[in-house]
């Protein structure tokens, strides 16, 4: 497999990765929805910097030494979930006039924070490059060089889905935004944040 083939069949893989309704998906939207379209962006951001940083790890040795060991594995692993139900459990539990107050106070920055973590504490994105990336970068490819190239196939994708999330998120704002949908919004996606965390505390 020659370099050009590589990068489109990792392309396609990560792709159906991409379209996969997941944690990432739910954390966009949710975002766009109660706070905006900047602090949506922050998230986005986030999560892709998260990518890219695992992709440069993969290609780096880091990953699979990470991969290697049950102890590191298991902290990463204990810590992400941790977070995510923490995180959820806030969605659920806030009330009503609370839920205003995150509206006006999440800003790019809170939202870049709150995706990179998602996604740096999740070791599942670090056992996906472990187990996939060497199949795609050919014998003679720089590993480091390629590992990055195809890290970044992978953000550029996330990026496209990310833009269509966050403009059908703002075409449907009128009617979303409204009190009752953002409480039921926030219950929906605390629940499935809660959902992620607790899969991954007791996912091998």
């Known amino acids: 497999m020659d370099i050009t083939g590589a990068v489109l069949s990792f ?22 929805l109660v ?12 999560i892709q910097l ?3 940083t695992w992709g440069v790890l993969t290609a780096a040795g880091l990953s699979a030494l990470l991969s290697a060991s ?4 298991d902290v990463l692993r204990w810590a992400g979930a941790a977070y995510l139900v923490w995180m959820g459990l ?3 539990l806030a009330k009503a006039q609370e839920t205003e107050v995150v509206q006006e106070t999440v800003g790019f920055g809170r939202g870049f924070g709150r995706g990179l973590l998602t996604n740096l504490l999740n070791p599942k994105v670090g056992a996906f490059y472990v187990a996939m ?3 795609f970068i050919p014998a003679d490819a720089p590993h480091a060089a390629m590992g990055l190239l195809l890290a970044g196939v992978h953000v550029a994708e996330g990026l496209v889905w990310s833009t269509v999330l966050i403009a059908f998120a703002s075409l449907m704002s ?3 935004r ?3 949908v953002r409480r039921l919004l926030d219950r929906v996606t605390g629940v499935v944040i809660v959902g992620f965390g607790v899969r991954l505390a007791f996912q091998d």
């Open 11 to 32: 392309a396609a893989v990560v792709a159906l990765l991409t379209l996969t309704p997941g944690l990432d998906t739910a954390l966009i939207l949710r975002t766009s």
């Open 35 to 46: 706070a905006g379209r900047r602090p949506a962006w922050g998230v986005v951001l986030g």
């Open 50 to 52: 998260g990518t890219l």
């Open 70 to 73: 049950r102890l590191a594995y």
């Open 90 to 92: 806030r969605m659920l």
């Open 133 to 135: 990336l060497p199949q």
């Open 174 to 176: 009128g009617f979303l």
């Open 178 to 180: 409204s009190p009752s």
